[in-house]
C-alpha cells in the first residue's frame, strides 16, 4: 500500500518536473519581456534594457536553455529568481500564497461537503420536489460561469448594501485596510471579506458535487448489497446510510481531483474581480507585464497544488476502499 | 387447498405482481411448512424471483404488489417497513444469487454479520463478534476468526455464498428463501454450498424455498417442488412424483431438456428435448393456457381459458399401470393443464418432436475415426506476470494460468474440455487461437506448427479455426446489423462481395433462422437465436474446427437442448471437428466423443467419453462427476458423494509433486510411505489401457454415479 | 438467471423462439428523449438561440460595430431594441453577434475536442502498453499543465482571424478528461467476446478500433460533446472576459459581460441581455445532454440499473 502511494507519489514529481520545464520554455518564448522595459516612458535607452533584462535572466538573446539552466540552478536551491520589477519573487510568492490558499480550501471544503449531502439527499428522494428543486438550482449554477457568478454575487452585495444602507458586505480584497479593534473584530472582518469569493467557488463545487453524488448513490440504490443489507432487517434508512452512502463515497474521490482543477482555474477569476492579492491576480498581472519569471512560479504553483490534489485523491480512495487497501 | 396451508409458516396467497402494468407475477399461492424444502423451478423471466422477493417485501418501490403473505399466521403485505424489518432477518432470511455483489464491499464480512446479530438481538459487540465467528465455522469457512476480519473480495466464490448462509442463519429464522444460491458457482463448490444450506437447514428446522432453474439441483435438496410459468404456478408435487409422473407437458419438457450424466452407459445418451418457441411476453399473454402456444398437445379449448392447478384425475388404465406411491392425502399432485391426465406416464420425446435425434444418436459408439489431426497440443503452458502497482506496474511472481495441456482432436471429433474455473480453460482456447508460438510446449493445427507459421500462413489458417463465445450477447457486436457480424470473417479473409451477399442467408438458414432477419440487431433476438448467429459467423468461413467456449452456459435448458442438437447436426452435415469447453459435464457427455479433464492449468485425465464418464481414474475426475446433481430424486438421494474439501490453491506457485494433493480425497487416505510419492513427484499423464490416460500415481476406478 | 423485474420487462429475452421485432434502438432513444420533458425544452431553447444568433444580425438595421453618437448608454427602445452601450453602440447588434462567435467557438471546441478525445483514447486503451503509456502521460501533462498560461499568453497575440486559433487552444486544453474515460471504456471493449472475436478472425487493429470500439462508445461521446460545447462557451467567455480570448474589434458573449460589468447597476441592459444569454445557453445545452444521457444510457434510468446477470 505504502509502495503503491510511494510510486504515485513519483509518477507525479516526473509530471511536475516536465510540466515546470514547458512552462519555462513556453514562458520565455512568448513574452516579451524586453517589449515591457521598450515601452515605457520615457523609453530607456537600449543598453540599459539590455543590462536589466540580463540582470533578471530573462534576455532573450542569450538562448534558452542557458536562460533555462540559470533560472533552474537557482530555483533547486529554492530561488525563484526576481520579478520584472526586480523584486523577490520568493516574497511575493510568499505574500499572495495563503491568500489563494485560503480562499481555496475554504470554498472547496464547505462546496464539497454541502454538495454530497445534497446529492445523496436528491438521491434517495429522486423525482420529488425537493429533486427537482435541487437538481434545477444546480444545473443553474454548473450553467453560469465563475466569472459571471463572482460578478453577480457581487451586483447582489452592492445592491443589496444599497438597500440596507449598510456596508455590510464586504468584498474587496480580503480584510478591511487600516481596521481598528480587537481580534474578534479582525475575525469577523476577514469572515466577511472571505463570504462572497467563498461563495463563489463553493457554490459551483456544491453543484458539481450534488450532481455526481447524486448519480453514485442512485447506482448505490439498486444495488444487491443494499437489499442484502436490508433483507437482514435494516429499515431503508439505516441501510442507505450505513451502506449506501459509504460506499457511494468511492467513485468521488477519483473525481476529486479532476474537479480540484476547475476550481483552481475558478479561483484565477474569483481573486481577479475581488481584488484578492493571491495567485491568480499575480498570474494575470504578470502575464500583462511580461513578466516571465513570475509566470513560471505561478505555473508551478498550480501543478503542484493540482497534483497536490491527485495526491490527496488517492490517498482518500484508499482509505474509502479495502479494495484498493488490501491488494 | 386449505389442506395445504394448515401447519405452513409462511403462506402466500394470491400474490400477483405487476412491474408498471406488466404482470410478472399472476396468482401465486405457496405454503412453506416447517422444516420443508420447498423448491420453486422456471425458466428465467418466470417470476420465481420476483415471488421470493415479494414475499420479503423487498421488490423495488414501482412494483405493484397485491395478495396475502403470512408469516404464522401475522399479515406481512402492507406493513410498514419497520415492522417489515423486524422480522426480516430475524424470522425470514435470504441468501442471494450473486455474492459478489450482496455483500457490502467495504465493509469487513465479520462486521456484516454482527450487523445482522445486533440488529435483531440485544447482545454486546464482543458476544456478537464471537457468534460471527461461531457461525463461520459451522458454514465450513477455514480458519474463521482470521476470515472474518476479511472484506467480501478476498473471499472466492464459494465462501462468499457460505458466509451469506451464515448471515441468513445468524438469527435462527423460520424460514430461509435462497434465490439461485449456486447458479453461478462451479460444481464442486455447488456440491458444498448445498450442502451447507442442508446442514444449516437442518440446524435451525426452518423452512427452506430453494428458487432454481436447475432441476438437478433441486431434485436432491427439495422435499417437494412448484413448477413456474409465465407468472403463475403450473404443477407441483411431492419431489419424487413429479419427476417421475410430470402431468404438466411444460415439466415433461424441462425434464425432458436437461441433458444427464446417467444416461445408459453403453449406448449415447437420449436426445434432448428442445421446447419449441419462447415464453409468451409478460404484457401479450395469450388468453388461455400461458403454454398453449408451445405445447405439442394444445387442443382448441386451451386457448380459451387460463386452466386452474387442480389435483389430476388420472384415467384409470395409468393408475392401474402405475400404481400410486403412498403419497400423504396433505400432498397432492396439482397441475395446471387440461389434458395432465394423459401427460401422466408419458415420455418426454413423446411429446416434444425431436428434428435430428436420430443424427445425434447414430454416431459411432467405440474406437476413434481414423481421420488427420486437426489439433494436436503437447505441453502447452502459458504463464501471466503477476502484476502490482498502478502506474509503474511492476512484476511480483507469475501465474500458472497453463502449465502441460495435450489435446488431441482428430478430423469429426468431439472433444471436451472441462475443469472448474480457473483451470486454464479458456486460456488454453486463446493461446491456440493466437495461432502464435506458445510459451512452452507445441500447437498443431490441421497438421501445421503454429511456431513456424508466416503471418500469411497465420491468416489464411484463421478460417479453418473459428471461435464461438460463452455470452451470446456480449460476442455479437451491438451495433451491427447480423448481417454484416456474419460476414466479418468473410471480410477478413477478402471475400468477394456477391460470395458474401450469397453466404450470408445460406447461412442463416443453416443455423435455423430466417435469413429475411439479416438487417436486424443482435438485441432483437432471443438468447438461443443470438448463439446461432454466433455459430452462424463461425461457420462462414467453412472451418474444419469449431473452438466452443461454454457455448450454452448462458442459457435457459429448454434453449440449450435446441443448441446442443444444433451443434450434433451441423457436425454431422459438414464434419466438422469441435474442442468443446464447458463446466458442465452432463452437457460435455451429451455432446463429445472425447473428453479431457483439466485441473490447476494440467490435463488430469484424458479419454472416450463412455470410458471416462463411467470409469473415472483420476480422483479429481471422480470428485467432479460426483458432484453434478442428477435430476432423479431417488438416485440423487442414495448416490454418496464425494465432497472436496475447499478451493484450488492459486496459481501463481507452482507445488512440488502433485498439485491436486490438497483436496484429494485419496491422498487423505493414503498410508504415510506412500504419500510421499505424491508430494515429490509430479505424476505424469500414463496411459491407463487403450487412450484412457490419467495423471495419478494411484488410479483406480471408483463409482460415482 | 436473475429473474429481476427488468428481464420480465424486457420481455422474454432467453429463449428460442422468435420475438417481435422490436423498435429500432435510435427510436427508441428518440421517444424516451422527448419524453424528457425538461430536455426537450432545452433542445427548444438551443434551436431558438441559433435562430437569434443568426437572423438576428439581419433584423436589426444597426451593425455591431455601429456606433450612434445621439444615443450614449440609451435605455431600451423601439430605436434601440435592448439599448446601446457608453460609446452609443447597439445592445442588441452586438449581443446577437457575440452570441453567433460564442455558439461557432463552443461547437467546434467542442466537436474538436471529443473527436480528440475519441482517437487518443481508443488508441491508448486498445493497444495498450507504450502507446498507452505515452499516451497517458501525456494527458497528464495537459491535465495539470496550466492551460490558462497557454491561451492567455497567445491569443492576445493574435490578429483577426485569431478567434480560429483561439477556439482550437481551447480545443487543445479539453479533450483530456473525456479521453480517459474513453480509454478505461476501450479497454473493457478489447477483453469483450465480439473484440476478441474480430481479433481471432483476422480482422486488423485499426479497422476493429473504427468499426468496433468507436461505435460503442459513440453514445457516451454524444452526450459529452454536447456538455463539452457548453463547458467551451464557459471558457471562452471566461478567457475573452479577461481579455485573453476574443479580441476587439470582435465581439463574443464574454467581451460583452466584460464591458457591461462595470455599469451592470447603473446600466443594466449593457450587461444583463449578454450575461442572461451565455447562462440560458450553457443551461439549455446540459439540459439535453442530460436528457440524452438518460435516453441513450438505459442503465442509467431509475430502476433499471443493474442489466440481466445471465448465469455467468
Ligand atoms: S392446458 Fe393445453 S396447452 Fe396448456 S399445457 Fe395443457 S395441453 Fe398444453
Ligand atoms: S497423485 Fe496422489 S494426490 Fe495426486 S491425484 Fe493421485 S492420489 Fe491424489
Redesign the pocket.
Same mark, same amino acid.
Given at each position: 500500500m505504502l509502495a503503491y502511494l510511494a510510486r504515485r507519489l513519483g509518477y507525479y514529481v516526473v509530471l511536475l518536473l516536465v510540466a515546470v520545464c514547458l512552462s519555462y520554455a513556453l514562458a520565455a518564448t512568448a513574452l516579451q519581456p524586453r517589449a515591457y522595459f521598450e515601452a515605457r516612458q520615457p523609453p530607456p535607452r537600449p543598453a540599459a534594457v539590455q543590462a536589466q533584462l540580463s540582470a533578471l535572466g530573462i534576455d532573450d538573446h542569450t538562448p534558452l536553455y542557458d536562460r533555462f539552466g540559470h533560472w533552474a540552478a537557482h530555483a533547486v536551491r529554492g530561488d525563484l529568481g526576481r520579478t520584472i520589477d526586480d523584486t523577490s519573487v520568493n516574497d511575493e510568492f510568499g505574500r499572495r500564497v495563503g491568500v489563494s490558499l485560503r480562499l481555496l480550501i475554504v470554498g472547496t471544503a464547505a462546496g464539497t461537503v454541502a454538495g454530497i449531502l445534497a446529492g445523496a439527499w436528491t438521491a434517495v428522494r429522486q423525482y420529488r420536489l425537493s429533486d427537482r428543486l435541487v437538481t434545477l438550482t444546480s444545473f443553474l449554477l454548473l450553467s453560469t460561469p465563475v466569472f459571471l457568478l463572482a460578478v453577480l454575487l457581487k451586483i447582489g452585495a452592492i445592491r443589496l448594501n444599497q438597500a440596507l444602507g449598510t456596508d455590510f458586505i464586504q468584498f474587496t480584497g480580503e480584510k478591511t485596510p487600516g481596521l481598528q479593534g480587537g481580534w474578534t473584530a479582525h475575525a469577523k472582518d476577514r469572515a466577511v471579506h472571505l463570504l462572497l469569493p467563498s461563495l463563489s467557488i463553493g457554490l459551483i463545487t456544491l453543484a458539481t458535487y450534488s450532481r455526481y453524488q447524486r448519480s453514485t448513490m442512485l447506482d448505490v440504490l439498486g444495488s444487491d448489497y443494499l437489499r442484502t443489507a436490508r433483507a437482514k432487517g435494516l429499515t431503508r434508512r439505516k441501510a442507505l446510510l450505513r451502506h449506501g452512502l459509504r460506499t457511494a463515497l468511492i467513485p468521488m474521490s477519483t473525481f476529486f481531483s479532476y474537479n480540484f482543477l476547475a476550481v483552481f482555474t475558478g479561483a484565477i477569476f474569483t481573486e481577479a474581480i475581488f481584488g484578492w492579492h493571491g495567485m491568480g491576480e499575480w498570474l494575470v498581472a504578470s502575464i500583462g507585464k511580461d513578466d516571465v519569471n513570475s509566470v513560471v512560479a505561478v505555473s508551478t504553483f498550480a501543478a503542484v497544488v493540482v497534483l497536490l490534489s491527485g495526491f490527496v485523491a488517492d490517498l482518500l480512495h484508499a482509505a474509502l476502499d479495502p479494495r484498493v487497501r488490501h491488494s | 387447498m386449505n389442506a395445504t396451508t394448515a401447519g405452513a409458516v409462511l403462506d402466500i396467497r394470491g400474490l400477483h405482481v405487476d412491474f408498471a402494468g406488466v404482470p410478472a407475477v399472476r396468482g401465486v399461492d405457496l405454503a412453506l411448512r416447517r422444516g420443508e424444502v420447498l423448491g420453486l423451478v422456471g425458466e428465467s423471466g418466470s417470476g420465481k424471483s420476483v415471488t421470493a422477493l415479494a414475499a420479503m417485501g423487498l421488490l423495488p418501490s414501482g412494483a405493484d404488489v397485491r395478495g396475502s403473505v403470512t408469516l404464522d399466521g401475522t399479515e406481512l403485505m402492507g406493513a410498514g417497513d419497520t415492522a417489515l424489518s423486524a422480522v426480516r432477518g430475524n424470522r425470514i432470511a435470504m441468501v442471494f444469487q450473486d455474492p459478489l455483489s450482496a455483500f457490502t464491499p467495504v465493509y469487513r464480512i465479520g462486521d456484516q454479520i454482527v450487523e445482522a446479530l445486533r440488529t435483531h438481538q440485544d447482545i454486546s459487540r464482543e458476544r456478537a463478534a464471537e457468534r460471527a465467528v461461531e457461525l463461520l465455522d459451522l458454514v465450513g469457512i477455514p480458519e474463521p476468526r482470521i476470515r472474518a476480519a476479511a472484506f467480501p473480495h478476498e473471499f472466492s466464490g464459494g465462501m462468499r455464498q457460505r458466509a451469506m448462509i451464515a448471515m441468513a442463519v445468524a438469527n435462527d429464522p423460520d424460514v430461509i428463501l435462497a434465490d439461485e444460491p449456486t447458479t453461478a458457482l462451479d460444481v464442486t463448490v455447488q456440491a458444498q454450498v448445498l450442502d451447507v444450506l442442508r446442514t444449516a437447514q437442518r440446524e435451525t428446522g426452518a423452512a427452506l424455498l430453494l428458487v432454481s432453474h436447475d432441476l438437478g439441483v433441486i431434485a436432491g435438496t427439495a422435499d417437494r417442488v412448484a413448477v413456474m410459468y409465465a407468472g403463475r404456478i +403450473?404443477e407441483t408435487a411431492p419431489v419424487d412424483e413429479l419427476f417421475a409422473r410430470p402431468r404438466?407437458?411444460?415439466t415433461l419438457g424441462l425434464i425432458g431438456a436437461v441433458p444427464r450424466l446417467d444416461a445408459d452407459a453403453k449406448g449415447r445418451p437420449e436426445p434432448l428435448v428442445p421446447i419449441p418457441g419462447a415464453p409468451p411476453a409478460p404484457a401479450a399473454l395469450p388468453p388461455? !393456457?400461458a403454454? &398453449?402456444p408451445r !405445447?405439442p398437445? &394444445?387442443?382448441d379449448r386451451?386457448r380459451v381459458a387460463q386452466?386452474e392447478l387442480v389435483e389430476v384425475a388420472l384415467p384409470e388404465p395409468a393408475v392401474a399401470v402405475r400404481p400410486e406411491p403412498a403419497v400423504a392425502a396433505d400432498e397432492p399432485h396439482l397441475a &395446471? !393443464?387440461?389434458? &395432465?391426465g394423459e +401427460?401422466a406416464g408419458l415420455r418426454p420425446l413423446d411429446v416434444f418432436p425431436v428434428p435430428g435425434a436420430d443424427v445425434a444418436a447414430e454416431r459411432a459408439a467405440d474406437g476413434r475415426p481414423e481421420g488427420t489431426s486437426v489439433l494436436r497440443v503437447s505441453g502447452l503452458a502459458k504463464t501471466f506476470p503477476l502484476l502490482k502497482g498502478a502506474v509503474f506496474r511492476r512484476r511480483v511472481g507469475s501465474v500458472h494460468a497453463v502449465d502441460g495441456v495435450d489435446l488431441d482432436i482428430r478430423a469429426g471429433e468431439v472433444l471436451g474440455l472441462v475443469g472448474e474455473s480457473g483451470s486454464g480453460k479458456s486460456t488454453t482456447l486463446f493461446e491456440i487461437l493466437e495461432l502464435r508460438r506458445p510459451e512452452r510446449g507445441s500447437v498443431e493445427v490441421l497438421g501445421r506448427g503454429t511456431d513456424t507459421l508466416t503471418r500469411r500462413e497465420a491468416h489464411a489458417l484463421r478460417a479453418q479455426v473459428q471461435i464461438v463465445f460463452q455470452d451470446p450477447m456480449a460476442s455479437l457486436d451491438p451495433r451491427l446489423p447480423v448481417g454484416d457480424i456474419i460476414a466479418e470473417p468473410l471480410r477478413a479473409q477478402r471475400a468477394e462481395r456477391d460470395r458474401i451477399a450469397r453466404r450470408v442467408p445460406e447461412l442463416l438458414r443453416q443455423v435455423g433462422l430466417d435469413p429475411a432477419h439479416a438487417d436486424r440487431f443482435p438485441h432483437e433476438f432471443s438468447g438461443g437465436q443470438r448463439q446461432r448467429i454466433g455459430i452462424a459467423r463461425a461457420l462462414a468461413v467453412d472451418p474444419r474446427l469449431l473452438v466452443l467456449d461454454e457455448p450454452v452456459s448462458a442459457l435457459d435448458v429448454s434453449v440449450q437442448a435446441g443448441i446442443l442438437n444444433l451443434l450434433l447436426r451441423l457436425r454431422a452435415e459438414l464434419g466438422l471437428s469441435y474442442l468443446f469447453v464447458s463446466h458442465d459435464l452432463s452437457v460435455v457427455r451429451h455432446i463429445a466423443d472425447r473428453v479431457s479433464v483439466m485441473y490447476l492449468g494440467r490435463t488430469v485425465e484424458t479419454g472416450a467419453v463412455g470410458e471416462v464418464f463411467t470409469r473415472p481414474l483420476h480422483p479429481y475426475t471422480q470428485a467432479l462427476l460426483s458432484a453434478v446433481p442428477l435430476p432423479d430424486p431417488v438416485r440423487e438421494r442414495a448416490r454418496a458423494r464425494i465432497l472436496l474439501p475447499g478451493d484450488p490453491p492459486s496459481p501463481t506457485r507452482r507445488l512440488r509433486g502433485c498439485p491436486f494433493r490438497s483436496r484429494c480425497q485419496v491422498f487423505a487416505a493414503l498410508p504415510g510411505p506412500q504419500r510421499e510419492r505424491c508430494t515429490d513427484q509430479a505424476p505424469p499423464l500414463a496411459e491407463q489401457g487403450g487412450d484412457h490416460v490419467a495423471a495419478c500415481h494411484f488410479p483406480a476406478a471408483r463409482p460415482v454415479l | 438467471m436473475a429473474t429481476a423485474p427488468e428481464t420480465l420487462l424486457a420481455g422474454a429475452d432467453q429463449d428460442d423462439g422468435l420475438i417481435a421485432r422490436p423498435p429500432s434502438r435510435a427510436r427508441v432513444t428518440l421517444r424516451r428523449f422527448a419524453a424528457h420533458r425538461t430536455a426537450l425544452a432545452g433542445l427548444i431553447v438551443v434551436a431558438l438561440l441559433f435562430v437569434l444568433a443568426f437572423a438576428g444580425p439581419h433584423l436589426t438595421r444597426w451593425s455591431y460595430s455601429d456606433i450612434d453618437y445621439t444615443a450614449l448608454r440609451s435605455a431600451p427602445s423601439s430605436r434601440h431594441w435592448w439599448g446601446t452601450n457608453r460609446i452609443g453602440q447597439d445592445v442588441f447588434a452586438q449581443t446577437v453577434h457575440g452570441l453567433q462567435k460564442s455558439l461557432i467557438i463552443g461547437l467546434l471546441v467542442g466537436v474538436a475536442a471529443t473527436g480528440g478525445a475519441a482517437v487518443v483514447g481508443a488508441c491508448a486503451g486498445y493497444f495498450g502498453g507504450w502507446t498507452d503509456r505515452l499516451l497517458t502521460f501525456t494527458t497528464d501533462l495537459l491535465l495539470i499543465f496550466p492551460s490558462f498560461l497557454v491561451i492567455s499568453v497567445v491569443s492576445p497575440r493574435l490578429k483577426g482571424g485569431g478567434w480560429l486559433v483561439f477556439a482550437l487552444l481551447l480545443a487543445f486544453f479539453a479533450w483530456m478528461v473525456t479521453a480517459r474515460v474513453v480509454r478505461s471504456m476501450a479497454i473493457s471493449l478489447r477483453e469483450r467476446e465480439f473484440v476478441r472475436a474480430a481479433r481471432y478472425m483476422g480482422v486488423g487493429p485499426l479497422r476493429i478500433i473504427a468499426r468496433h470500439i468507436v461505435p460503442n462508445v459513440a453514445s457516451f461521446l454524444i452526450i459529452d460533446a454536447t456538455i463539452a460545447v457548453g463547458s467551451a462557451v464557459m471558457s471562452e467567455t471566461a478567457l475573452s472576459y479577461f481579455g485573453f480570448g476574443v479580441q476587439s474589434p470582435d465581439v463574443s458573449l464574454g467581451t460583452l459581460i466584460a464591458d457591461g460589468t462595470g455599469a451592470a447597476v447603473t446600466y443594466p441592459w449593457m450587461f444583463f441581455f449578454a450575461a442572461g444569454l451565455l447562462v440560458v445557453f450553457v443551461l439549455a445545452v446540459n439540459l439535453v445532454g442530460d436528457g440524452l444521457r438518460d435516453a441513450i444510457d438505459p442503465t442509467s434510468r431509475p430502476g433499471r440499473r443493474r442489466g440481466r446477470g445471465a448465469a455467468k
Open positions: - | +403450473v404438466m407437458p411444460y388461455g !393456457c403454454f &398453449a !405445447c398437445l &394444445a387442443e386451451c386452466p &395446471a !393443464c387440461l389434458r &395432465a +401427460v | -
